[in-house]
């Protein structure tokens, strides 16, 4: 695995964390033998569900909850495209002003070592 491959895993799993904290939320207002309505209340963070925007009826009629089909088709769809890009940039090389920067530091690393520290 190169270096621009480990980048697009770490940028993909991150997505896949933040997706996860910031999940897809819907309403629903379930009323026995009468009514039935569920929506989307947009994204909001894990710790605490959004407050309730539906119809004016009684609080034990309303419920918040995680849409899971929604996060999870925003998942799969991050895993395919981090996929994606790995198997894209499976051969790549990384650019000569990336090489050149790391061979640069490594050199300067080494001359650190041998200095015992730091030195301008």
């Known amino acids: 695995m190169n270096k621009t491959q480990r980048a697009i895993l770490v940028l993909g799993l991150f997505c896949f964390v933040v997706l996860g904290l910031f999940?897809?939320?819907?309403?629903?207002v379930d009323i026995p033998r009468y009514l039935h309505i569920e929506k989307a209340v947009g994204y909001g963070f894990i710790g605490g569900a959004p407050e309730p925007r539906g119809l004016p009826v009684r609080r034990e009629f309303i419920s918040v909850e995680v849409d899971g089909t929604r996060l999870a088709?925003?998942?799969?769809t991050a895993a395919i495209i981090t996929l994606g890009l790995l198997l894209?940039?499976?051969?790549?090389?990384?650019?000569?002003?990336?090489t050149e920067l790391c061979q640069r530091q490594d050199i300067r690393r080494r001359q650190e070592s041998m200095m015992g520290g730091r030195w301008n």
């Open 23 to 28: 999940p897809p939320w819907t309403e629903r």
């Open 73 to 76: 088709a925003e998942w799969i």
């Open 88 to 98: 894209l940039f499976q051969g790549a090389k990384p650019p000569k002003w990336w």
